[in-house]
């Protein structure tokens, strides 16, 4: 009798007809096969082995770079299930519309059964997913990005728990391209895309999308967060989660060099992108890592801006979209290296300075969380990381400060609601159209953000200790445009006050919308920054505030009825706070 797997198998291999099938076990001789058969195929192109030994380039589709938001789609029965946030197709119609696609898209084709989990092997909290793929590239990267293969049909047995996606690179016309998520089903289908957002179903697909429609029925939490580990002198770590959007610094946060490792306080790193947290047996909030590596934006990223990221990317690393030197390296704008003579663009062209940028905007690198100088001895723990704080953080010019406390979990809640980062002329013609992202989940929440916010405000009182809910901007420039914090290894003194205030040893102001530090609650020592500069990045005015509440609201408007009452009150408290505040809070 056959096992659901096996069924499920069978009725793809009918629907897309390969040449052959391929069950994927996760052992090197297979990652070698698999690579040899692209660098055969020009699928892979070889880096210079003696620097980035086992690592290469591989580019996709110029037409095909990004996560598709207008092509993603949530299919549930009720549209207002999904929400106003989301692109809606009820279930019917999506798979007539898709299915026929998927017929015989495999033809001449390799299938890959990719058994795979997310989470830590032995973790009960982790999840077991399977994608049928006609990519090796696909493949290659599961096997980097979860614990793909034989730990995966281990512990699944022959039982259905599992979540079944199909995924077909189709013809890679983007209109013919859709990522569909059945979340009442718990299936995922993505054709016609082989970029990782889109094709590396463990990712954004299962461990957030579907992921979140489950948390929610099953009181966990699936968030686009960081989790790292704040070590400080006495050898204490304190583990921290942390929501931004794209351009925010999230992985050069979770792996960041501190500035204070001479004081002892060191940064740790659990996860970067993606934090499942549960309420343990004591009441306290802990976090797994659904991911085994790094998908990251390859542009900006240097030996200071992230130098644990380029040292684990030296070895049995996937480069995509990057430029390639005449050395056969990876280039991208921002690694530092000037570019070079003889230096191929990310389309496989000869690049001259003049000719547009070397490496795609978004490229990309795959590693292993397990290259990574910075990597947690705990990454791996089972029964996940205790949690002791929560951040939210966004790109404001003007608006937010440094860092502010919530005054309860509803306020924080509200705080990682109202999220919000503002774009830039290079990506608008605009400057300051602030785009809101709440908890850095909008393209992420697998239903109606409405009763996502709920689910957060009924998490709290399940929890004995709720963490404590901060906000952080690095980004507040002066009247000149620069920026006037440095950021990233000094961002650790922005850490430190939170673990204060955790420990109860900070001092704080209050404010309209929360606590700020005090002037000399910050560890500054060594830093250069005037008390002039110190006190506008505190700063609160209430005036602007309350053209931002007033945004805020109209961004509710669009949840209706369905806008949970607590938000609402805390909306209102907020506008109350701030009418009585008409002079500028330091």
């Known amino acids: 009798m056959s096992t659901p797997l096996e069924n499920f198998v069978e009725e793809s291999a009918r629907l897309t007809k390969p040449s052959k099938i391929v069950w994927c076990d996760g052992s090197e001789a297979e990652n070698a096969r698999l690579a040899a058969n692209m660098l055969n195929d020009g699928t892979f192109i070889e880096l210079n082995q003696k620097t980035y030994k086992n690592s290469y380039l591989h580019r996709s589709n110029p037409n095909d770079v990004a996560r598709t938001e207008n092509l993603t789609f949530i299919c549930t ?61 696909v493949a290659a990267s599961m096997r980097i990005m979860s614990r793909m293969g034989k730990a995966a049909l281990d512990r699944l047995g022959d039982s259905d728990n599992f979540v079944p996606g199909l995924h077909s690179l189709g013809d ?46 099953q009181s966990w939490m699936a968030e686009h967060m960081l989790i790292l580990g704040l070590e400080d002198s006495s050898g204490k770590v304190t583990y921290m989660a942390a929501a931004f959007p794209s351009a925010c610094g999230k992985t050069n946060l979770a792996m960041m060099v501190s500035a204070l490792e001479n004081q002892g306080y060191r940064v740790w790193t659990v996860g970067d992108d993606i934090a499942w947290m549960h309420v343990a047996s004591d009441g306290t909030l802990r976090a797994i890592n659904p991911e085994a590596g790094f998908f990251g934006v390859a542009p900006g990223t240097n030996a200071k801006t992230n130098p644990n ?58 590693v292993p969380a397990l290259q990574s100088p910075s990597l947690s001895s705990h990454w791996e723990d089972p029964e996940g990381v205790p949690i002791s704080a929560l951040i939210f953080g966004g790109r404001r010019a003007r608006l937010a400060p440094l860092v502010y406390e919530s005054n309860s979990w509803q306020h924080g809640v509200f705080v990682g609601a109202t999220m919000a980062s503002e774009t830039t002329a290079a990506a608008t013609g605009e400057v300051g159209v602030s785009r809101r992202d709440p908890m850095a989940m909008l393209p992420f929440c697998g239903y109606n953000m409405a009763d996502y916010f709920g689910h957060w405000l009924a998490m709290g009182p399940k929890l004995k200790n709720p963490p404590k809910i901060f906000h952080v901007n690095w980004f507040r420039q002066d009247a000149n445009g620069k920026f006037m914090w440095p950021g990233y290894g000094e961002n650790v003194r922005v850490l430190k006050w939170m673990l204060d205030r955790i420990e109860g040893r900070a001092a704080a102001t209050e404010t309209p919308i929360g606590n700020v530090p005090t002037p000399a609650s910050l560890t500054l020592d060594g830093l250069s920054i005037s008390r002039d500069t110190l006190d506008d990045l505190l700063r609160v005015d209430s005036g602007d505030w309350i053209a931002e509440d007033e945004a805020v609201g109209k961004f509710f408007e669009k949840f209706g009825d369905r806008l949970p009452a607590a938000i609402c009150q805390e909306q209102k408290a907020l506008a109350t706070r701030l009418t009585r505040t008409s002079v500028v809070t330091k």
């Not at 032995?122 to 090796?136: C, H, M, R």
């Not at 957030?208 to 929610?216: E, G, H, N, P």
């Not at 490496?359 to 990309?364: C, D, G, H, K, T």
Request: proline residues 8%; contains cysteine.
């Open 77 to 137: 029965h009720k549209k207002e299930d999904a929400g106003p946030t989301n692109n809606w197709m009820a279930p019917s119609e999506a798979k007539e519309k898709v299915r026929p696609l998927f017929a015989g898209a495999m033809k001449g084709r390799t299938m890959y059964v990719v058994p795979y989990v997310m989470g830590p092997a032995t973790s009960p909290y982790s999840k077991v997913g399977v994608e049928i793929t006609d990519s090796a590239y």
């Open 309 to 366: 990221v380029m040292t684990a990317v030296n070895k049995n690393t996937i480069f995509t979209n990057v430029a390639i030197t005449e050395s056969r390296e990876p280039w991208w704008e921002g690694i530092d290296a000037a570019p070079s003579d003889g230096m191929i663009n990310w389309k496989g062209e000869p690049w001259t300075p003049g000719s547009g940028p070397a490496a795609q905007p978004n490229s990309r690198y795959t």
């Open 172 to 217: 890679l016309n983007p209109e013919r391209r859709f990522i569909l998520h059945f979340p009442e089903e718990k299936l995922i289908w993505s054709v016609g895309s082989g970029y990782g957002g889109n094709a590396l179903l463990g990712k954004k697909c299962l461990a957030l999308r579907i992921a979140s429609w489950m948390a929610r029925d």
